[in-house]
């Protein structure tokens, strides 16, 4: 009897630890900061993990290729910008000026890398807006 309770103990604390390391494990990749062009640009220790900039679309430098998924853009902050290249669907809502989040991580070249965006048309969610 106690050999099979032994072997039954054993199994369970293999599971919660592989339970376990597999929670902490996901949580880590999950974990994303996001910051404002400003804020990342200026804070160095960002520039090398997966991030979200919250920023405005620059009419300057905006190129988009809907059949081939890709957008290349200037994100801008209050005072500094960042060129990103984005490739995934691109949303309705996209265009110059309107307010974006993206998530990627920066190439050694400089450019954003983004394989995730979000807009936000601050009219259309105004109060009294029509819909």
């Known amino acids: 009897m106690t050999h099979s309770r032994n072997k039954l103990i054993f199994a369970?604390?293999?599971?919660i630890g592989a339970v376990s390391y597999l929670t902490y494990a996901g949580a880590q990749k999950g974990w994303v900061y996001t910051l404002d062009v400003d804020a990342y640009q200026t804070q160095a220790q960002y520039?090398?993990?997966?991030?979200?900039?919250?920023?405005?679309?620059s009419a300057d430098q905006l190129t988009v290729h809907s059949a081939a998924l890709?957008?290349?853009?200037?994100l801008c902050g209050k005072e500094k910008s960042i060129p990103v290249s984005y490739h995934g669907v691109i949303p309705d809502l996209f265009k110059a000026g309107c307010d974006v989040v993206v998530e990627g991580r920066e190439n050694a070249a400089g450019?954003?890398?983004?394989?995730?965006?979000?807009?936000?048309?601050?009219?259309?969610?105004?109060p009294g807006a029509k819909k």
């Open 12 to 15: 369970a604390i293999i599971v």
């Open 111 to 126: 450019t954003f890398e983004s394989d995730m965006i979000m807009t936000k048309c601050a009219s259309k969610y105004e």
């Open 47 to 57: 520039k090398h993990q997966r991030t979200r900039l919250c920023g405005k679309v």
């Open 70 to 74: 890709q957008a290349n853009f200037l």
